[in-house]
């Protein structure tokens, strides 16, 4: 495990993905599932909304952090929950992070499903990983359990 939690920054051209990405899922285009994440900043207060793939792994629904420890993270952790936006769908959730000995699964079949886009976030682990090596990549990559209210 790190000393300090493991964040990946954005670059240029991936800032303006991310808000061309979340623009669509505004306005009701989801790219292969993706919608965009509106969760309460832990200092300012204010809706700070992302881009993200939510997965669902044997009946559960998660969001998995593949660039680590970031500012979305942060802030779910703080607010215990958020929402999800796909056009006019707004799904109100709360979210619970799930410990390191329970995300190998829900890592390998986000990978299954999402290793194209973020392969390169996991420093060479893949679906095709051995549980271990999964497992050692897990403190990397916070994983929360989301559950519906609205």
Known sequence: MSSSPRYIKVNALETRMHKFVAWLARRGVSMLGSAELSVRGRKSGTMQR??????????GQYLVSARG??????NMR???GGELRVGRT???FTAVEI???????VLRGYLE???WEVGRFFQGVTAKSSDAEILAAAPDHPVFRITVTK
């Open 78 to 80: 703080a607010a215990g």
């Open 50 to 59: 992302v881009p993200v793939n939510p997965f669902t792994h044997d009946g």
């Open 69 to 74: 420890h970031s500012q979305w993270v942060r």
């Open 113 to 115: 499903r999402w290793g």
């Open 99 to 105: 410990p390191d000995d329970e995300k190998p699964a």
């Open 90 to 92: 707004v799904r109100g």
